[in-house]
DNA sequence: GGCAATCTCCTTTTT
DNA sequence: GGAGATTGCC
């Protein structure tokens, strides 16, 4: 979705108000720090209310949030007043942690959530003052699967032209994250399907009533139920605001204005410590903008602006790359980064024929570097997207390499996880018509069909007992499914509920799930199990794991893998560094993704999506790509557009580079391969 | 005719 | 690996 940049504006530098040569003193408390620069100090322990530190990649804006963190806690205010509003559950996580192993018990009740548990904490607590008693959150999958059902039943569904449910759910969620008209949006993104905008608006309007009837919570509802509420009535803005005394925002430039709808109205009664850095914008699929960041002044009356110049995180070597290639742009980026550790390693290019190719070396180089004595957990390997990291996965586990993926599989989105859930489901709210339907259709012989029809008469039920008794009455269904209904409701914990939904349904599952990794997938049982027992109810135990998800590959049934590599999406990467940073498939088509040619702002925000992932390297970057010279010549054909590619114009002495297309293969060089392989923009041979 | 099994195409990013 | 279309079964 387009974020509204045009080219050749002015990005970012003129907000500064105060430079670091005139800075007040530093006070006592941070002499015994002897880990932050003077800028970070002084972030860290300003005076002012609302505060904005402008940070390139690796300037330590983590460690200044976790400093700030600190000085407010241990001179102003209690731990519990204190909220850290950061993008996932990881970095939550680690500043936490981190603040915590270095004040200890002062630092008890000290939160980092992301928006949204911040905001479903808050509604949970008072769940009257927001409208929402007893509602349960639901994630993309389940809103799907209502644009579906809702799609389905319009009377243009077989229209090709009438966007798919997808699409429709995207543009619905983007309208709302930007505070604007679903009209507007499709104007912009979806203009070939105008002419249905009418059925569009009617399937949107029953998306929003069957939420209602359901008693459903969607991502954006969290947000916005909050808003509004702090919008409209002082006494809840007070209430919203009394729970804490300052607010620390991470990741700044990623905000988007249905967040900013419930920072305002906070202003000046919470402080507010925000950390972000425009050139890191890659969220603008998600409404965010990041004019935020230079609209700070104006949004925010008595605010401050800081920076924070130099890195710390990587060699000048790396930051030489990151910086050419924001200086490609056409947008004026004001950014050069500058390493405080001085020189190091030049990045390397690795070119091959394929992504099979890619990920085998990759895996190669990996074993290589651990039989030198580094750890696993050194390296990690950066991808655009989640599919792409399929050939990667499959060479890790071929070499034996153990491996987190973090952006791929959420383990609610897991198909059996899910089916195990939806029987626990329906016995905690027989309401669910999502969770029904996905349950019946698990026995054999039920379909979309006999699911929909016999929901119909479950929903007159009032509780589950009464949905058990009209299920045993019904002859064609298989008398297993009441029996098993009724044992789980019997059960008294979420762990002992989860165990006999297993044993009940593993028989209809090894059946579907035949041929289809079936064993791998018993095991992740276990380990839901396991993780159910931290949680009071199910519906408690789903409610966490959708608003801060863990991933598939972190699920261990043996033990927790302590050393291993991390692959990892990059819009995932955010804040995250390591030693040796893998940049993959970094090929013509994909830095910019095609798709997003015919849109400028999409194509910049793809450059920052590179430029994030260049920047999270410490001291190795090792950039790989495919290239395959009949896809590049068919691309030829093309009209010029095509041609853009980040790493087009790369110059000679900004990287190491090496072709590996000809070598494993056919051993020596035809002449006129290598030839077309050096009329490839920096792709020139480089032997050892 | 209704439902389920099978085949084929395509694959952005996240709470 | 999933979604949509199509075929095939009862």
């Given amino acids: 979705m387009s974020s509204g940049i045009s080219p050749k504006k002015e990005y970012s530098g003129k907000a500064v108000d105060q430079s670091i040569d005139n800075l007040k003193p530093l006070e006592d408390y941070f002499e015994k720090k002897p880990n932050l620069n003077n800028e970070q100090k002084h972030a860290a322990s300003s005076p002012e209310k609302n505060i904005l530190v402008l940070a390139g990649a690796g300037c330590g804006k983590t460690k200044t949030i976790i400093a700030r963190a600190e000085y407010l806690i241990e001179n102003l205010s209690p731990a519990n007043k204190v909220h850290i509003l950061t993008f996932t559950r990881k970095a939550?996580?680690?500043?936490v942690q981190r603040v915590k192993s270095s004040l200890g018990e002062k630092a008890e009740g000290l939160k980092a959530t992301t928006f949204h548990t911040w905001c479903m904490s808050l509604i949970r607590k008072s769940p009257d003052l927001?409208?929402?008693?007893?509602?349960?959150?639901?994630?993309?999958?389940?809103?799907?699967?209502?644009?579906?059902?809702?799609?389905?039943?319009?009377?243009?569904?077989?229209?090709p032209k009438l966007p798919r449910a997808g699409d429709l759910l995207d543009a619905y969620s983007f309208t709302r994250n930007i505070g604007g008209t679903l009209k507007s949006t499709f104007e912009e993104n979806y203009p070939s399907s105008l002419g249905f905008f009418e059925q569009v608006k009617e399937i949107v309007i029953a998306y929003e009533k069957r939420k209602e009837n359901s008693k459903y919570l969607d991502y954006d509802d969290i947000l916005e139920v909050v808003a509004n509420q702090i919008i409209n009535h002082s006494d809840i803005?007070?209430?919203?605001?009394?729970?804490?005394?300052?607010?620390?925002?991470?990741?700044?430039?990623?905000?988007?204005?249905?967040?900013?709808k419930l920072i305002n109205p906070l202003i000046n009664k919470i402080n507010l410590f925000c950390v972000g850095d425009d050139a890191q914008s890659i969220y603008g699929f998600r409404g965010a903008d990041f004019e935020n960041i230079h609209k700070f002044k104006d949004n925010v009356k008595n605010s401050t602006i800081l920076k924070l110049n130099k890195n710390y995180r990587s060699t000048q070597e790396i930051l030489d790359l990151s910086n050419w290639l924001l200086d490609q742009s056409q947008l004026s980026y004001k950014k050069k980064l500058i390493a405080d550790r001085g020189s190091g390693m030049k990045p390397q290019i690795h070119t091959f024929l394929n992504e099979w190719d890619q990920a085998g070396w990759i895996a190669d180089d990996l074993k290589r570097v651990y039989a030198e004595g580094n750890k696993w957990r050194e390296n990690m390997i950066l991808t655009r997207t989640g599919y792409s990291a399929r050939s990667i996965e499959r060479a890790l586990i071929e070499?034996?390499?153990?491996?987190?993926?973090?952006?791929?599989?959420?383990?609610?989105?897991?198909?059996?996880?899910?089916?195990?859930?939806?029987?626990?489901?329906?016995?905690?709210?027989?309401?669910?018509?999502?969770?029904?339907i996905r349950f019946l259709k698990l026995w054999p012989g039920i379909g979309d069909v006999k699911a929909s029809n016999l929901l119909k008469e479950l929903e007159t039920c009032k509780d589950i007992k009464e949905c058990t008794e009209r299920i045993k009455y019904d002859r064609t269904i298989p008398k297993q499914i009441a029996y098993l209904l009724e044992d789980v409701s019997k059960c008294e914990t979420p762990r002992t509920a989860f165990r006999e939904s297993v044993i009940g349904l593993r028989e209809v599952l090894e059946q579907n799930y035949k041929?289809?990794?079936?064993?791998?997938?018993?095991?992740?049982?276990s380990v839901?199990?396991?993780?159910?027992?931290?949680?009071?109810?199910?519906?408690?135990?789903?409610?966490?794991?959708?608003?801060?998800?863990i991933y598939e590959s972190e699920l261990n049934p043996i033990e927790p893998v302590k050393d291993a590599v991390t692959v990892i999406t990059i819009h995932s990467a955010k804040g995250a560094e390591s030693k040796r940073c893998y940049v993959i498939n970094v090929s013509p088509g994909m830095y910019p993704l095609t798709r997003t040619l015919n849109d400028d702002s999409e194509v910049e925000e793809e450059r920052r999506v590179l430029y994030v992932a260049l920047t999270r390297a410490k001291d190795e970057l090792i950039i790989t790509r495919s290239i395959n010279e009949s896809a590049a010549s068919a691309q030829k054909g093309k009209d010029d557009k095509n041609d853009i590619y980040f790493l087009a114009n790369l110059e000679d002495d900004l990287i190491e580079n090496e072709d590996h297309r000809y070598l494993e293969s056919e051993n020596q060089f035809s002449e006129s391969k290598l030839t077309k392989s050096r009329n490839k923009p920096s792709t020139s041979v480089d032997l050892e």
């Fill in 515 to 525: 041929g289809n990794n079936w064993e791998k997938r018993v095991k992740d049982f």
């Fill in 130 to 159: 927001f409208g929402c008693k007893d509602f349960s959150v639901i994630d993309r999958d389940d809103q799907l699967s209502i644009f579906k059902f809702i799609r389905a039943a319009s009377k243009s569904a077989k229209e």
């Fill in 92 to 95: 939550s996580a680690e500043i």
């Fill in 399 to 436: 070499a034996k390499i153990p491996y987190f993926f973090i952006g791929g599989r959420k383990l609610l989105e897991s198909a059996h996880v899910r089916d195990v859930l939806s029987c626990l489901k329906v016995v905690a709210n027989p309401k669910d018509d999502l969770g029904w």
């Fill in 528 to 549: 839901v199990e396991k993780l159910t027992e931290k949680s009071n109810s199910i519906l408690e135990f789903i409610e966490a794991y959708i608003l801060e998800p």
């Fill in 237 to 260: 803005r007070d209430w919203v605001a009394s729970q804490q005394s300052d607010l620390l925002i991470d990741e700044f430039q990623d905000t988007n204005p249905l967040q900013w």
